[in-house]
């Protein structure tokens, strides 16, 4: 799967690059756009169909119940914990650096909120922060998956309810929809406060 | 988006439900491989079609490599250490 993932990967990189910067084919946003949304939206409604058909998911999610929002806490304060560790150990502004890893991975959000509020050098520290975190969540999902089921939703952050949460679920089996999506919806809402409320401090 | 994001899953659970009611097999794998390929494609293309994020790639790669990964690190080890204080399974 991870050949294939990155075959495909640096096609669509490949003819993105050529499309916009060299032979105009279609426009950018047919594929960046219509096809991303149109296929995202494809791959839950399956998703959401391999969830509705197994018999034993709603039990299981049961005898989880609210516990399982532990998971995207303890994500958001780890992800800011390792932005303060990275400040350090880069010698940047801590605050600057706890401030980009707050997009959790949302890097459409990060990016030009930070700008916004931290200028246009961090803003795009923390579109590429983000970025990579997307980037990372996708590549190393048959990895992560191994080490539990929660590893990979800790690993992708705000992304596990829309753009990873099909890798995720096909890796963890169809109990871990409700974790990722739940995590993943708990972490975009928090996320625009939390870099508010960081960069305030800078 | 929000909205398309919640409607897909939902409509998505309803028939998967309706399908299991009617003892229907399902085995969905190949076509969830083609469309998550699609949708891998895309990411990559936006990727290569966006000179701003290229730009911000090349000048502040290292330092966001080094962010990202201690944040998933740590985000890793609190979910393991939270999973195992409130017995997550």
């Known amino acids: ?202 | 988006m929000l909205l398309y994001i919640v409607g897909s899953l939902i409509a998505g659970i309803v028939l998967g439900y309706l399908l299991q009611r009617g003892k229907r097999r399902v085995d969905l794998s190949r076509v969830t491989f083609g469309v998550i390929m699609l949708l891998i494609f895309s990411l990559g293309f936006s990727i290569g079609s966006n000179d701003d994020l290229l730009g911000s790639l090349s000048r502040v790669g290292a330092a966001a490599v080094m962010i990202m990964l201690l944040a998933v690190g740590f985000s890793v080890v609190f979910v393991k250490a939270a999973g195992r204080l409130v017995r997550l399974d």
Not at chain 1, 79 to 92: D, H, K, N, Q, S
Not at chain 1, 160 to 182: C, H, K, N, Q, W
Request: without cysteine; charged residues 10%; hydrophobic residues 55%.
């Open chain 1, 1 to 202: 799967m991870i050949k294939y993932i990155l075959l495909v990967l640096a096609l669509g990189g490949a003819a993105g690059y050529l499309n916009s910067n060299w032979a105009r084919v279609v426009e950018n946003v047919w594929v960046s756009d219509y096809l991303s949304s149109g296929s995202l939206l494809l791959l839950l409604f399956i998703m959401g169909i391999t969830f509705g058909v197994d018999r034993e998911t709603l039990a299981k999610i049961r005898r989880t119940g609210a516990k399982i929002l532990v998971v995207p806490f303890a994500v958001g304060l780890g992800t800011v914990l390792g932005g303060l560790v990275a400040g350090f150990v880069l010698g940047i502004n801590v605050v600057g650096a706890m401030t980009v890893s707050a997009g959790f991975g949302w890097y459409t959000l990060a990016g030009p909120l930070v700008g916004q509020l931290l200028g246009a050098e961090w803003g795009a520290l923390g579109f590429a922060v983000n970025f990579l975190r997307e980037l990372l969540t996708i590549l190393t999902v048959s990895l992560t998956s191994r080490g539990g089921k929660y590893v990979p939703v800790a690993v992708g952050g705000a992304t596990t309810m829309d753009t990873t949460l099909p890798v995720i679920v096909r890796y963890s089996g169809s109990e871990a929809l409700i974790t990722s999506f739940s995590s993943g919806f708990v972490l975009s809402l928090v996320a625009p406060f939390a870099i508010i409320a960081l960069a305030s401090l800078y």
